[in-house]
Nanobody
Framework: QVQLVESGGGLVQAGGSLRLSCAASGLTSSRYAMGWFRQAPGKEREFVASTSTGGGSTYYADSVKGRFTISRDNAKNMVYLQMNSLKPEDTAVYYC?????????????????WGQGTQVTVSS
């Protein structure tokens, strides 16, 4: 059974940093592209960042480019999202997602598995 479990969310002041983690089980993470999405209250879920199976390619939403960094450790079946210079508009539930043998994908429909999400709240 595939499971993706996010952690690392919390409350932080604007300008601060958080690192989200996603622990994958029930799959060989090196065969999956991984992505992060987020959903703010009253809004649709949106793409944040993605990384290819080996981590050699990454892609970011314009809104987080230069502030967020996605990385992965396939030996540990882990994916990370380092978030710096956080803004109140980054407040959302952040989700980890996996796509079998994928590349850097931005569409929800392209992902096969999803975590339950972790809340990130940025205060002004």
């Amino acid at each position: 059974q595939v499971q993706l479990v996010e952690s690392g969310g919390g409350l932080v002041q604007a300008g601060g940093s958080l690192r989200l983690s996603c622990a994958a089980s029930g799959l060989t993470s090196s065969r999956y592209a991984m992505g992060w999405f987020r959903q703010a209250p009253g809004k649709e879920r949106e793409f944040v960042a993605s990384t290819s199976t080996g981590g050699g390619s990454t892609y970011y939403a314009d809104s987080v480019k230069g502030r967020f960094t996605i990385s992965r450790d396939n030996a540990k079946n882990m994916v990370y999202l380092q978030m710096n210079s956080l803004k109140p508009e980054d407040t959302a539930v952040y989700y980890c997602a996996a796509e079998f043998l994928g590349s850097v994908r931005t569409l929800e429909a392209e992902y096969d598995y999803w975590g339950q999400g972790t809340q990130v709240t940025v205060s002004s």
